[in-house]
């Protein structure tokens, strides 16, 4: 791709419609290159997410339970959390979730994947880590508001969750299956 691309729009005017910790939205009124206007385009600003693929020793995905209210399910999921302005990176961020919401931590740790939950609305990033020979050094700390239970799966465990569609939060998800094309595991 060339920089002839990369057609950004032009901001007419914007005007925030919420600023809650979780909940900021904005609306923009923007032109396309081709002059054509969107007078409402919702924009939804949140922090940088993180996920971790966390694998112990013994070849186990350290893999996290809890209620989901949008979905209104409770689902198994990779450790995730936010990148918290104090975290002067998003691995800090990855590791305190991991070591906070399951009491694991140490290993290898790598950046694995970069990805949006939706470029066209969102304006953060999700970094995925990859996480091996992870152990337990501690129990969970959880905040008041978290009901998380731990789950260790093997292999194939997670493999069957994955094709029956039981790991919900796709960008999990998706990670997760690029981990087992990349390793050749399926």
């Given at each position: 791709?060339?920089?002839?691309?990369?057609?950004?729009?032009?901001?007419?005017?914007?005007?925030?419609?919420?600023?809650?910790?979780?909940?900021?939205?904005r609306?923009?009124?923007?032109?396309?290159?081709?002059?054509?206007?969107?007078?409402?385009?919702?924009?939804?600003?949140?922090?940088?997410?993180?996920?971790?693929?966390?694998?112990?020793?013994?070849?186990?995905?350290?893999?996290?339970?809890?209620?989901?209210?949008?979905?209104?399910?409770?689902?198994?999921?990779?450790?995730?959390?936010?990148?918290e302005?104090?975290?002067?990176?998003?691995?800090?961020?990855?590791?305190?979730?991991?070591?906070?919401?399951?009491?694991?931590?140490?290993?290898?740790?790598?950046?694995?994947?970069?990805?949006?939950?939706?470029?066209?609305?969102?304006?953060?990033?999700?970094?995925?880590?990859?996480?091996?020979?992870?152990?337990?050094?501690?129990?969970?700390?959880?905040?008041?508001?978290?009901?998380?239970?731990?789950?260790l799966?093997?292999?194939?465990?997670?493999?069957?969750?994955?094709?029956?569609?039981?790991?919900?939060?796709?960008?999990?998800?998706?990670?997760?299956?690029?981990?087992?094309?990349?390793?050749?595991?399926?």
């Open positions: 791709m060339s920089d002839t691309d990369n057609k950004k729009w032009k901001v007419l005017n914007s005007e925030y419609l919420s600023q809650e910790p979780w909940f900021t939205v609306k923009d009124h923007v032109e396309l290159p081709n002059g054509n206007q969107i007078q409402n385009y919702y924009v939804y600003e949140y922090p940088d997410w993180v996920c971790t693929i966390a694998i112990t020793k013994d070849k186990r995905f350290v893999m996290v339970r809890q209620y989901r209210h949008g979905l209104q399910c409770t689902s198994l999921e990779l450790c995730a959390g936010v990148c302005e104090e975290d002067p990176s998003a691995e800090v961020s990855a590791r305190r979730e991991l070591l906070e919401e399951t009491g694991y931590g140490n290993g290898k740790w790598e950046l694995f994947m970069t990805t949006s939950a939706n470029p066209g609305t969102h304006t953060n990033t999700t970094y995925c880590f990859l996480a091996t020979d992870v152990e337990k050094i501690s129990e969970q700390h959880l905040e008041a508001t978290e009901d998380i239970s731990v789950h799966l093997s292999i194939d465990e997670l493999v069957e969750l994955l094709k029956k569609d039981e790991i919900r939060q796709s960008m999990h998800a998706a990670a997760l299956w690029k981990y087992l094309a990349t390793n050749h595991l399926i």
